[in-house]
């Protein structure tokens, strides 16, 4: 045993008799060591960053050190400018401390370093210092949508600067990407593919929330050559709580709103060889007036299937082309017979009511199809919502393997879908 821990166990033994020989120690105005103001331990204390430099490698670890048989280190706290902690080490014999974390490019450290001296007496040293700039590519965030008031069902998107694909390089950005709803909603990230996440509560949003997503990435080590920089963050608000069941056997679409019950409109959808997609989709946007051609999904001009025509009160539901709107020439068949190429249609009258109704975001669910296709996860709009919450979890990379539960459309897959027009 050192000399140090042998004066600093006869010092404890002392406290311990205490209440019953008074005035054995006087190191405080009470006689316990701690109630004493803390000494200076600059000169006892080494750090491996200069206090006041502005030009720390941060790729080095951060080190103190104990430099004297005086005292030893008790603990060591070093926060960055905005409260993060680097988490370190620190040795049984209480002489050396060592960072175990990276530290961050271009970041204000301030580092606290507690010891005890050889009389049990507790002192201080307060050191800090910056780390110098990144000299590689800057990694930011790009949020979306756009700032704005949006349905219950609207996910947040995460498009990154450059492709993460490492399981650990993937934890460092997900767990820099921070999700506040207030009220508060249980929610995760989903990566889609190398460059994309998106972020969707275990239920649909509350109405009427607050929602704001960061990135707290600035100087953090994504990989060799690539730090973290600058990313603007992002807020939305939820609007009232509208929702869509289109059943299409039944041929209806019945729309609610908080709860109850709008408005059940009769609809028809896709017929055989053009079936709608079953599934939960998402309002991608509004567009009051579209031309829509046939040609534009490869049915060629003057077919029996062809067309050409000018369509009103438009809501986007899916990339490839499927939306709600006037249909007035199918009138005697809303309500009773699917005979759309995949669009859901309904009366001019109701569907301008439902275009006055309904915004990004809002939440229309297809059932009872009849050898449709399931609307995917990914690819053709925001089909997030078709995937179980097991399911989502799994596509992170801090609840699961970080991989998509379902993959989105292939390139030349949803060139094939997507349905041109022109306004």
Not at 61 to 73: K, R, S, Y
Not at 217 to 236: A, Q
Not at 275 to 289: A, D
Not at 364 to 390: K, R
């Amino acid at each position: 045993m050192t000399d140090i821990r042998k004066r600093r166990t006869a010092v404890s033994c002392a406290l311990l008799l205490g209440p019953l020989a008074v005035g054995l120690t006087a190191c405080g105005e009470d006689g316990h060591p701690l109630a004493a103001a803390p000494y200076d331990a600059g000169s006892q204390v080494e750090l491996s960053a200069e206090d006041g430099s502005d030009d720390v490698d941060y790729r080095k670890p951060l080190v103190v050190t104990a430099e004297d048989d005086e005292a030893l280190l008790t603990d060591v706290v070093a926060t960055d400018a905005g409260g993060r902690h680097v988490r370190g080490r620190l040795s049984e014999d209480g002489t050396r401390w060592h960072s175990t974390a990276p530290l961050a490019a271009g970041t204000r450290y301030t580092v606290r370093v507690s010891t005890e001296n050889e009389d049990g007496e507790p002192g201080r040293r307060t050191v800090r210092f910056g780390t110098r700039p990144s000299d590689g590519k800057k990694f930011t965030v790009t949020f979306g949508p756009e700032k704005g008031e949006y349905g219950v069902g609207q996910p947040l998107v995460a498009e990154l600067s450059h492709k993460v694909k490492g399981r650990e390089q993937r934890e460092t950005v997900e767990r820099a990407l921070n999700v506040r709803s207030t009220p508060r909603a249980q929610g995760g990230w989903h990566w889609v593919d190398a460059q994309t996440l998106h972020y969707r509560p275990k239920e649909y949003w509350p109405s009427h929330a607050s929602i704001s997503v960061s990135a707290a990435l600035e100087g953090i080590k994504i990989r060799d050559g690539l730090r973290g920089g600058v990313s603007k963050p992002l807020s939305i608000r939820t609007d009232d709580r509208v929702e869509g069941t289109v059943d299409l056997a039944a041929h209806t679409l019945t729309v609610t709103r908080d709860g109850e019950e709008a408005r059940t409109i009769p609809i028809s959808a896709g017929k055989p060889g053009f079936r709608t997609r079953v599934g939960v989709k998402v309002i991608l946007g509004k567009t009051q007036f579209l031309r829509m051609t046939s040609g534009s999904i490869g049915i060629p001009a003057g077919s029996s299937e062809s067309y050409d025509l000018p369509v009103y009160w438009n809501a986007r539901l899916t990339h490839s082309g499927e939306f709600l709107h006037a249909a007035p020439w199918s009138s005697g068949s809303q309500g009773i017979a699917n005979t759309s190429h995949g669009c859901t249609g309904m009366s001019t009258e109701n569907a301008k009511w439902l275009f006055g109704l309904v915004q990004k975001g809002d939440v229309f669910t297809y059932v009872n199809g009849d050898g449709g296709e399931q609307m995917p996860a990914f690819g053709n709009g925001f089909g997030d919502w078709n995937l179980s919450w097991s399911e989502w979890r799994e596509g992170s990379a801090l609840t699961g393997e970080g991989k998509p539960a379902q993959a989105p459309l292939g390139d030349i897959e949803f060139a094939q879908a997507r349905l041109r027009f022109q306004a």
